[in-house]
T-cell receptor, first 114, second 113 residues
């Protein structure tokens, strides 16, 4: 069974641009969560989607948005990029929300903002 | 709010040494607790978990016990190997059906042969 796929793996953008990151969950998984990992702030929760609905959102500005499609694939978008948005963005999928459903993480997309 | 505090790294040990990585948490209610491991260039992998007080999670020789009285979930392994070199994250899951994980800052572990 294929794991969580994230594309692209690496991305370089300049300040003010926008970016879209994609996540394909494990087949059959309907819940997708996104995390930002930086050396300074560590791993921080961005959002969680289930059945195309955002169930939970972390403490990030409105420049960060996401969505989930009917096939459970998810995208996140960051507009008006800032230098501080440089990070590893991790996607995790699980069968459904709930603490008994293990979350499987993808390899991440490394975003560099110049 | 909920938070997780891990012992600061990096930690360097010799092969076959005993490992302890401390983790304490602050949370309302009764969260589930997790240890994740991240190898270079990869995402996170679940190492073990415990969902209620006094539960012991174990996997690949690693163990951790959910201690409600001390709000701790320390990771231990009796004899580490070079292949255990990685970054280890302690995390809690906020209660009742949420997928949101709150992570500690991570501890980089290096095992020398």
């Amino acid at each position: 069974k294929a794991g969580v796929t994230q594309t692209p793996r690496y991305l370089i953008k300049t300040r003010g641009q926008q970016v879209t990151l994609s996540c394909s969950p494990i087949s059959g998984h309907r819940s997708v969560s996104w995390y930002q990992q930086t050396p300074g702030q560590g791993l921080q929760f961005l959002f969680e989607y289930f059945s195309e609905t955002q169930r939970n959102k972390g403490n990030f500005p409105g420049r960060f948005s996401g969505r989930q499609f009917s096939n459970s694939r998810s995208e996140m978008n960051v507009s008006t990029l800032e230098l501080g948005d440089s990070a590893l963005y991790l996607c995790a999928s699980s069968l459904a929300p709930g603490i008994n459903n293990e979350q499987f993480f993808g390899p991440g997309t490394r975003l560099t903002v110049l | 709010g909920n938070s997780v505090t891990q012992m600061e790294g990096p930690v360097t040990l010799s092969e076959e040494a005993f490992l302890t990585i401390n983790c304490t948490y602050t949370a309302t209610g009764y969260p589930s607790l997790f240890w994740y491991v991240q190898y270079p260039g990869e995402g996170l992998q679940l190492l073990l978990k415990a969902t209620k007080a006094d539960d012991k999670g174990s996997n690949k020789g690693f163990e951790a016990t959910y201690r409600k009285e001390t709000t701790s979930f320390h990771l231990e392994k009796g004899s580490v190997q070079v292949s255990d070199s990685a970054v280890y994250f302690c995390a809690l899951s906020e209660v009742m059906g949420a997928q949101k994980l709150v992570f500690g800052q991570g501890t980089r572990l290096t095992i020398n042969p």
